[in-house]
């Protein structure tokens, strides 16, 4: 891939492994030198504690873009989560909101971003959670200021199906305000039901939306992520890797 669009991997592909110095050394074994860190990895309610997180990370040279996906519900302890982002070294948080609070949540969230300079990007996830959908996504957006962004997760995007879910045309529709990029891609069976594959082998035309993305000037964070064969993700996402860097263009 180009190097205007660095990528890393997001740590839930390797949730069956439970230590951050496991996790630090598979990454380096699929070819790359960053990561999302997720909650299953750190308890973000806690700062004090990520320096002992953080360690094996900087010890084999890997850098953390982000954390996430965090949900968002407004209450005052979610401020550590950036605190906690910031001693990571993130710029970025992942992001859910819930229809039920994110009127209280937004606000809190903007002053969180500014007082840390960490970016949000709203991670859409399909169809059955709030703010999956193109409409509500600019909804949000609106609403949220320039603190607030997206998070296109592509294969997520393509599960509300193919007349709204297209990321090229989501790049297209929200540019200047995605902050971050999860590479997954998806097939799906005639019943709609989906299954993770290689990012490149699947529905999502891979050059069409680095391309679009660069022509957009995306200067956000961005993970491959593979979420199948849990148990030796290694193998399936080395080819990730290598599919981004010879397919992106």
């Not at 297209?166 to 990029?181: L, T």
């Not at 391309?211 to 993970?223: H, I, P, R």
């Amino acid at each position: 891939m180009s190097q205007s669009i660095p990528f890393g991997v997001q740590s839930w592909c390797f949730r069956h492994f439970k230590t951050n110095a496991e996790v630090a050394q598979k990454v380096r074994e699929i070819g790359v030198d960053s990561i999302e860190l997720c909650g299953v990895y750190a308890d973000f309610a806690k700062p004090e504690t990520m320096d002992e997180a953080l360690q094996p990370y900087r010890a084999a040279g890997i850098s953390i873009l982000s954390i996430g996906v965090q949900t968002f519900e407004g209450n005052d302890i979610e401020r550590a989560w950036f605190e906690s982002a910031a001693k990571l070294g993130a710029k970025h948080i992942s992001a859910h909101f819930k229809i039920d609070s994110y009127l209280k949540a937004i606000p809190k969230v903007r002053a969180w971003s500014r007082e840390f300079g960490i970016r949000v990007g709203i991670h859409c996830h399909g169809g059955y959670m709030f703010g999956g959908s193109p409409d509500v996504l600019e909804y949000l957006l609106s609403i949220g200021g320039p603190e607030i962004g997206l998070c296109i997760d592509t294969a997520w995007a393509m599960q509300i199906g193919p007349w709204l879910g297209q990321p090229v045309e989501w790049v297209k529709k929200f540019s200047g305000r995605i902050y971050g990029i999860h590479f997954k891609d998806f097939v799906f069976e005639k019943n709609g039901q989906w299954r993770d594959v290689v990012v490149g082998e699947g529905t999502l035309d891979l050059p069409a939306f680095t391309a679009a993305l660069k022509e957009s000037g995306f200067d956000g964070m961005a993970v491959v992520e593979y979420e199948a064969d849990v148990e030796n993700p290694v193998p399936a996402l080395t080819r990730c890797v290598a599919s981004m860097r010879a397919k992106a263009v």
